[in-house]
């Protein structure tokens, strides 16, 4: 990156910890046996494995034994669904999900009415947040699987994740909880919510791309999605990555060490919302809903807003134009439409999303460049 850049789009992938990429170094020069070996390469490599394993458990309150593997928060995504749909009881053919959720949980749900499942999308309310009296009314003992996310990647709304799970369980029903936005950000503990399945991905964390886990609640069935040698207990075949892994691991770690800034980041966001408001006349999203201390969603009414992202960034400041799940696609949000956005209104939509590195300085700079060049923009319509 530039020297002098801000990057604030955190929401879409974090750069990488110093202390992750020493740790990625390290599994490489070190640990690069294959943990199926028995002998003292393998050995290595397979300590280094069951220390990330462990350090993604205590992150999210699971046993080390809940947490399988994955290249990422798709894959662990994928297996959840897959494997609630398929060992479910018999009778159970509805999945549920709220209009909310990131495409990878929408598309493995759609996925599954070629084999006769029933998708139902449960609305949001304005805010963004899932409608828990209709989803009340849509989760029976027909429902093998519930799906409400913890904390929307767009709008940074926190759903009220518990209760979902709480109606899918009086239901009989699976509940996977998207935690990947959520976790590295605020307190997450997957016993306090009540899910079966929650996935993580390392590069949301600061760690690398291509590593993640399913924490999967002893009792939840999973099923094998990689057929061959057997490793991750007989669910994910494939030599496991474990460089990818390690940084994975101290990516965890790193994080569980930051939970006392989740004030700090709300203060410098807020401040830096105040001023797209005062001076950019921003409309901000789930304003009134529980968010992500780092997530600002807004509206900049005139202002087309991949040609903003595009400004910004010569002037060395990134922010998103929508989801980087959709990119060059604002204008179809789905997140925006379920909370009733009007289409037109979708192409002004912008998203800043800080980190824990971020600072008041940068905040404060990239506030003044973003109404600047948005008011630049108004002005040449």
Wanted: glycine share 12%.
């Amino acid at each position: 990156m530039p020297a002098g850049a801000i990057y604030l789009d955190h929401n879409a992938t974090t750069p990488p910890d110093p202390r992750v990429m020493e740790a990625v170094g390290r599994a490489l020069a070190v640990a690069w046996g294959n943990p199926s070996s028995v002998h003292a390469p393998g050995l290595a490599a397979r300590e280094t494995l069951q220390s990330a394993r462990d350090e993604a458990a205590r992150l999210v309150g699971v046993d080390s034994s809940e947490v399988v593997f994955t290249s990422g928060g798709t894959e662990a995504i994928a297996l959840a669904v897959a494997s609630a749909w398929r060992r479910r009881e018999a009778g159970r053919r509805r999945v549920v999900v709220s209009a909310v959720e990131h495409p990878a949980v929408l598309e493995a749900a759609r996925g599954l009415a070629s084999e006769g499942a029933e998708v139902v999308v449960c609305p949001v309310d304005g805010e963004g947040r899932v409608d828990l009296e209709a989803l009340r009314a849509r989760v029976d003992e027909t429902t093998a699987l519930v799906a409400v996310m913890l904390a929307n990647n767009e709008v940074g709304a926190l759903q009220p994740a518990a209760a979902a799970a709480a109606i899918a369980a009086r239901a009989g029903a699976r509940f996977l909880c998207d935690a990947i936005q959520a976790v590295g950000k605020i307190a997450v503990t997957a016993r306090a919510i009540g899910a079966d399945y929650l996935p993580i991905a390392a590069h949301k964390l600061n760690g690398p791309k291509g590593a993640g886990c399913l924490c999967v609640r002893h009792g939840a069935p999973c099923v094998p999605m990689i057929a061959g040698g057997g490793q991750e207990g007989g669910l994910r075949s494939g030599t496991e990555n474990v460089p990818g892994l390690a940084g994975f691991g101290e990516a965890c770690r790193l994080a569980r060490e930051r939970t006392g800034e989740q004030e700090r980041i709300a203060a410098r966001r807020d401040a830096l919302q105040e001023r797209l408001v005062s001076g950019g006349g921003a409309q901000v999203l789930a304003a009134h809903a529980e968010r992500l201390p780092n997530t600002i969603g807004c509206i900049l009414d005139g202002v087309d807003a991949e040609a903003l992202v595009v400004r910004l960034s010569r002037r060395g400041v990134f922010i998103s134009a929508g989801s980087a799940c959709h990119a060059g696609k604002t204008k179809g949000s789905h997140v925006l439409a379920a909370m009733g956005v009007p289409e037109p209104r979708r192409a002004s939509f912008v998203r800043v999303s800080l980190g824990a590195g971020t600072t008041d300085e940068e905040a404060d700079r990239a506030a003044a460049v973003i109404v600047e060049e948005a008011a630049r923009i108004r002005r040449k319509r």
